[in-house]
């Protein structure tokens, strides 16, 4: 989800629930400690130069059961932030802790933020040295030929 998706949910909703991966939801009481512009220059395995940049939110629950963030309040953190810290319209990332720092994509459901997984992945699959994947056979099954030659066509 990109930076003016979130905006618009928002002013559309009444309440904020972030949703995990496992279907559990973060508690109510969770705060967005930061909102942030993360930029990343790096180079893959196959030697290329890459930049990349996510707008990162990171979500704490403290035990102030108080105080619940309003879809407004986090409208107006997010528009300080877009205006203080130049926020580019950009992919958000969720940072929420569980048993280590987890990072998410996000999404919306039309009813709750679901913090999605995200995978790692080698950007460089062409040019890094790693043989592509075999098709993988099982022994003693029959395979059919698919050839336009045939013994009596002549062509072979």
Known sequence: MKLSEIKIHLKQS???AFQLPDGSLVPSHFHVTEVGKVHKDFIDCGGTVRSETVVNFQLWEANDYDHRLHPEKLLNIIELSERILNLPNADIEVEYQAQTIGKF?????????????KMTDCLAKDN????????????????????????ESGCC
Not at 105 to 117: C, H, M, Y
Not at 130 to 147: C, D, M, R, W
């Open 14 to 16: 009444q309440s904020i």
């Open 105 to 117: 994509g996000l999404e919306f459901d039309g009813k709750n933020f679901l913090l999605t997984t």
């Open 128 to 151: 890094c040295g790693i043989p592509p994947e075999k098709l993988k056979v099982k022994i003693g099954e029959k395979q059919t030929a698919t050839s336009c030659c045939t013994p």
